[in-house]
């Protein structure tokens, strides 16, 4: 059997991971992507350079690939069914990345299958923002329906003078407005489905974001076995809900004790980064094995605890590469690196460890990460 072609729509991070693991199973990988620099480009069997806005070059992908897969969601669906119109494979599918580039048609499908989403409203004018604070109390989260990623795409407003700001900033867009969730804690929950609807799930991991973007996460998160079933429970909803192939991440609160959606990843996650050396299979593998449809692997972890802290380029140290080898030097670290160049609050890599606690295994992650980026000091 010749090796099975897995196209990549995007060759950031997640790409690179995609074709790491990839390697490993004799799959090939061809990546599309704007130019040689970028991160799975550097290492991928195949590049095809062209924009995932143009059909011509998704095109030119897909006839060099047996399936179609995604390192980002934010692809036009009419090319997507061009795609599938010349009878390509795209995993997930259509059907599965609308839903995932749309918080709206999420808050829409979750809540009408009765699964736990928080209050919402669709909002296309800063008055409707305004009217649905009124009923449901200030501040409220508006986000952009589509496009938003890392904290970018949401706002929380307190005012109604703050509403016209965003309205004015983002004029004609379409809006979700919710009710801003006093967090506890925050949740994902990763599910690798094969197209015939068999699943595999990852052990409940605790999200750590400042800012609106992941820095930490710690699996198994520290919650009680009901709320973590719940949990995985809900996932598998989702996931049914949306039918996705390979990877699905679910990003959920918790508040007063109880769980909501926030929103999906119908790829592999930053939540799942733990996995490489943290799981049995990893969400890299579990992806690729999804949208093969080949047989899942086992998603159970290997130790007590994993933990994954993320490094940021942030603009004082130019060259955090070149603090690699004092970062593997922390005992046990196992340091990713994506090959971007370094750019103020750019993900530029992340740190892996293994521990009988969380706590433990944090404080060597922190250390690692902290060579690379001082500003992990101080935690
Ligand atoms: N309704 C809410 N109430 C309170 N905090 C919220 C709410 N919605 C979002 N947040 C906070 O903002 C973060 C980012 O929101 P969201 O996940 O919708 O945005 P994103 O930019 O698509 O995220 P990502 O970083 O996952 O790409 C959440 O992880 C959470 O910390
Ligand atoms: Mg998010």
């Known amino acids: 059997m010749p090796a099975p072609v897995v196209g990549i729509v995007g060759a950031g991070q997640l790409a690179r ?49 047996d399936v179609v897969t995604f390192d980002h969601e934010l692809v036009n669906p009419e090319h997507l069914a061009a795609l599938a119109d010349e009878g390509h494979v795209l995993r997930p599918g259509p059907g599965t990345l609308e839903v995932a580039v749309n918080k709206l048609e999420q808050r829409r499908r979750f809540e009408a299958a009765g699964l736990p989403v928080p209050a919402w409203a669709k909002a296309t004018q800063a008055v409707e923002i305004t009217r649905f604070a009124e009923r449901h109390g200030w501040p409220v989260v508006v986000k952009a329906s589509r496009g938003g990623y890392d904290g970018r795409g949401v706002w929380i407003c307190a005012s109604p003078d703050e509403v016209t700001a965003v309205a004015r900033m983002d004029a004609g867009g379409v809006f979700v407005v919710e009710e801003f969730v006093v967090l506890e804690q925050e949740l994902a929950v990763l599910v690798a ?28 998160a520290l919650i009680g076995e009901e709320l973590a079933a719940k949990a995985r429970q809900i996932g598998e909803a989702v996931a049914a809900e949306v039918g996705s192939t390979g990877n699905l991440a679910i990003e959920m609160f918790v508040t007063d004790g109880k769980l909501l959606i926030n929103e999906i990843a119908a790829r592999p ?48 140290v130019a060259e955090p590469a070149g603090k690699i080898p004092e970062a593997t030097a922390v005992s046990g670290a196992h340091v990713h690196w994506y090959g971007k160049g370094s750019r103020p609050g750019r ?12 706590d433990e295994a944090l404080a060597r992650a922190r250390a690692a990460a902290f060579a690379l980026d001082p500003r992990e000091m101080g935690r």
């Open 193 to 220: 489905r094969r197209p015939g609807g068999e699943t595999a799930v990852y052990p409940v991991v605790e999200t750590v974001q400042r800012d609106g973007v992941c820095h930490e996460v710690v699996a198994p």
């Open 347 to 358: 993900k530029l890599g992340h740190v892996t460890t293994l521990g009988p606690t969380a």
């Open 17 to 65: 991971m995609l074709h790491e693991a990839a390697s490993a199973l004799g799959i090939n990988t061809v990546v599309l992507a704007n130019s040689h620099d970028e991160s799975a480009a550097q290492v991928a069997a195949g590049v095809e350079i062209g924009s995932p806005d143009d059909l011509d070059a998704l095109l030119r992908l897909a006839r060099r690939c």
């Open 269 to 316: 996650h930053n939540a799942g980064h733990f996995s490489i050396e943290g799981c049995v299979t990893s969400q890299f593998e579990n992806h690729l094995r999804g949208v093969l449809d080949w047989p899942l692997g086992d998603t159970a972890l290997v130790a007590p605890a994993a933990v994954m802290v993320n490094v940021f380029g942030n603009g004082k």
